[in-house]
């Protein structure tokens, strides 16, 4: 059953009245069948496989209630696209702000989402960003779902992971590992625009102006620092969509002795060949939440799993329409979830 289905009937609510459609020229069309004056609405949209034109529906449906004099437009977002473009890279542009930018000026006066690829990008929005945990969910799958969990290591397959690792580690009462090395290429480690200038000297320039030339980076072969011998190991992270990395640090865990991998994410993109690599792969079970619809990628790959956070949204929907306090909904989450 789909996200959307799933709120409705946590809700007791129906659907409300709205076409949404493709003309023959590929134009994104809305039309609202019922009248929203004055009212509270809120766009549920989970991402498809078909990103651009899920956030075309979200802008022009947003622009079609505020034109229509809706009191609120509230937009469910369980994943925000373009999340990881949040960092300038060489000459690049910084797409989530820009995104931001395009809902605000849609309509969109708050938005409901869930584990955003960095906290900072609710400063990208200028109205209410509430960015619920999932961590509760995956916590809970974990002490009842995998068998002989206390034996169990949490892993962070790169550094820059190292700290939702240790937020999972600590409530579970479990250790910590932590995977470095060439086979991991960190977002840290992408060259930004800070690192454009070319390793030579310029030809002319300011007389006695020499910049330093800078180092290459240059990573060491690939560590496992902690013990995973006879443990299961647990890699926890936000997203998994090119599953390469996981499945290269699948590999590593099993060289170093570990008998079960699992894989923890909120975001289950799984896109191109992820379910065949799983399936292929050293890796036991990919436990994903329903942020995302993959119900095509379950069908060819059992190993992954689905565990279901329409309650919380749900909760934060009723809460939003009533005017009550969120913090129910952040209790014991931490920071770095």
């Not at 000459?91 to 690829?117: E, F, N, P, Q, Y």
């Amino acid at each position: 059953m789909s996200t959307c289905c799933l709120l409705l009937r946590r809700l007791g609510v129906e659907l409300g009245k709205s076409v949404v459609y493709q003309e023959s020229n590929r134009e994104t069309r809305v039309d609202v069948k019922e009248s929203v004056r004055g009212q509270d609405i809120f766009i549920i949209q989970t991402m498809p496989r078909d990103v651009n034109t899920a956030i075309m529906e979200l802008l022009v449906m947003a622009y079609a209630l505020k034109t229509s004099c809706a009191k609120n437009i509230i937009g469910v977002i369980p994943y925000f696209p373009y999340s990881k473009q949040c960092k300038m890279r060489k000459r690049g542009s910084i797409v989530c702000k820009l995104l931001a930018s395009m809902l605000a000026k849609a309509g969109l006066t708050h938005i409901i989402t869930m584990d955003l690829h960095q906290k900072e990008i609710q400063g990208f929005f200028s109205f209410p960003v509430d960015n619920l945990r999932a961590s509760p969910f995956l916590l809970q799958y974990i002490q009842e779902e995998i068998p002989d969990y206390r034996n169990a290591i949490i892993v962070a397959k790169s550094p820059s992971a190292a700290k939702r690792a240790q937020s999972y580690a600590e409530r579970l009462r479990l250790g910590l590992a932590v995977m470095h090395g060439e086979a991991q290429c960190a977002e840290s480690d992408m060259a930004d625009g800070r690192h454009s200038p070319p390793a030579f000297r310029p030809s002319c320039g300011p007389p006695g102006l020499e910049l330093p030339l800078m180092m290459a980076k240059e990573k060491p072969p690939i560590t496992v620092v902690g013990d995973v011998g006879g443990r299961i190991a647990i890699i926890v992270d936000d997203i998994i969509d090119d599953v390469a990395d996981f499945v290269a640090a699948a590999e590593i865990l099993k060289e170093r002795g570990a008998y079960k991998i699992y894989i923890m994410a909120t975001h289950g993109l799984l896109s191109a060949d992820a379910p065949r690599l799983i399936e292929e792969s050293a890796i036991d079970e990919v436990v994903v939440t329903n942020t995302v619809p993959h119900e095509v990628q379950k069908l060819q790959c059992p190993k992954i799993k689905t565990v279901d956070v329409s309650m919380i949204l749900a909760e934060a929907i009723r809460r939003i329409h009533n005017g009550e306090s969120m913090a129910y909904l952040f209790r014991n989450v931490t920071v770095d979830d």
